[in-house]
């Protein structure tokens, strides 16, 4: 049994009276937090096996990134000029390439994503895309707490979409690790992209079946109805709807265009969450943007996402508060629809909610576990202020965040990761995205010679 007392710093518990507490304290014993408090009622410190002093320091529940591909870091700065939400921007930019990726490329981009959401305070993430088994076996051993949405492409091919299905069933009954910090699901890109109505339908009771959810990508432009009102008259939503989709967890990612139809049908399902990408959907060049304000007064569970850093630049989940909050006070036409509270809860709690994980992870009580952060206000752009939960939203930074755990366990000391040296791991990467770049060109030279 090891037992740890967290003090000094000012504590965000994110519990449901959003408590802070300025030089108060968190009790922690074998990875889970058995008690906080105010200064006041400070255990004795002699009773803990670890004492870890946090003042000057904004302690708070470790960031749920509830939207991202992580193996696509591998196309940074690859698609600029291109709408990653549009089917052309995402063809020319990501598909094309992406028919090169082997199943050695995962392991050391996956590593490099993974280092880069923990050292800027990211504990859980949301992931969707193919390869769904090499991601897990890349994020056991750095330790961050996953779902992995298993991408299922059917793409008009009926033994295609059986097969995949057969694969990402052995995939929820074999990747649940034993700690619990990997959880897989089934991530269907998009419906009617590459699914059909019916594979859906066995996904989402298959899902169930096993307890899981599906997260997938939806009314990211106008274009995405344009297949259910040709068939039905209906939009994607209202569609999925009536077949009974949205009957378990379903998390959805973008949402820049959902009819007030749309929004009641969400409203109408426990099981229903969204993934606010601002960053992503406001490069994106699309007019949509996710009306989380409106959602969140109907009840909505909506988390926040990066996407992938192709569409982002970056896994800054700090930097993702400040400009989702920006974009709902301009969408809104007013100041800040969305309070510095409501986006980090947004950013931790309600990202463990859409996850379904909300009774272990997303605040500061007792119980859960112990995924905590330091930020350290000692660096330059901090300073006095009555308000910490804003002065981290629209002063703070990702890159000043100093200590990170997990389960307990110290992940990130003084900025730097604790399991695996970052330099390693970057090396690693760098030659990865050598030698993939090189198969794309080689390629697409192939392709022209055939052409
Ligand atoms: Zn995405």
Redesign the pocket.
């Known amino acids: 049994m090891t037992t740890s007392l967290f003090h000094g710093g000012t504590i965000l518990t994110v519990d449901q009276h959003d408590r802070v507490l300025a030089d108060g304290w968190v009790a922690v014993r074998d990875g889970r937090i058995t008690a906080t408090g105010p200064r006041e009622t400070r255990p004795d410190p002699a009773g803990f096996d670890d004492i870890i002093d946090l003042t000057g320091r904004l302690v708070m529940p470790g960031l749920v990134n509830a939207?991202?591909?992580s193996v696509m870091v591998l196309f940074r700065g690859r698609s600029e000029g291109q709408s990653?939400l549009t089917m052309e921007g995402w063809y020319n930019s990501i598909r094309e390439p992406e028919l090169s990726l082997e199943s050695r490329d995962i392991g050391p981009a996956v590593t490099l994503s993974c280092a880069e959401m923990v050292l800027s305070g990211t504990t859980t993430f949301c992931d969707?895309y193919f390869f769904a088994e090499e991601i897990a076996a890349a994020v056991k051993p750095t330790g961050l707490r996953a779902v992995i949405a298993y991408g299922i492409v059917q793409l008009g091919d009926a033994a295609r979409g059986a097969e995949e299905l057969a694969k990402a069933k052995a995939f929820l009954t074999q990747q649940r690790s034993a700690d619990g910090k990997i959880i897989p699901w089934f991530g269907p890109h998009a419906p009617y992209v590459d699914n059909t109505e019916a594979l859906l339908l066995e996904e989402v009771a298959v899902a169930r079946e096993h307890g899981v959810g599906l997260h997938m990508?939806m009314a990211a432009g106008p274009e995405d109805n344009e297949e259910t009102m040709r068939r039905y008259g209906l939009t994607a939503t209202q569609a999925l709807d009536r077949a009974g989709f949205f009957a378990g967890r379903v998390h959805i990612?973008?949402c820049l265009d959902l009819a007030p139809e749309d929004i009641e049908i969400f409203a109408n399902h426990d099981g229903v969450s969204v993934a606010y990408?601002a960053s992503?959907g406001l490069r994106s060049g699309r007019k949509g943007i996710c009306p989380a304000v409106t959602l969140r007064q109907k009840g909505v569970t909506v988390a926040l996402?990066t996407?992938?850093v192709a569409?982002n630049n970056s896994y800054d989940m700090v930097s993702e508060m400040r400009v989702a909050g920006l974009v709902a006070s301009h969408r809104e036409g007013r100041a800040q629809p969305l309070s510095s509270r409501d986006l980090i809860r947004m950013a931790t709690i309600d990202g463990a909610r859409a996850l379904g994980l909300d009774h272990e992870i997303g605040s500061l009580e007792p119980g859960k576990s112990a995924d905590i952060i330091a930020i350290d206000l000692t660096q330059p752009g901090y300073s006095e202020t009555p308000d910490p939960e804003t002065l981290l939203v629209y002063s703070g930074s990702g890159r000043d965040v100093q200590h990170v755990w997990i389960a307990g366990e110290q992940l990130v000391r003084d900025g730097r990761l604790t399991r695996r040296n970052y330099n390693e791991i970057r090396a690693a990467y760098s030659a990865t995205y050598t030698d993939f770049w090189a198969r794309v060109a080689a390629a697409r030279n192939l392709n022209k010679d055939v052409a």
């Open positions: 939207h991202t591909h990653l969707q990508h990612a973008h990408c992503a996402g996407d992938n569409a």
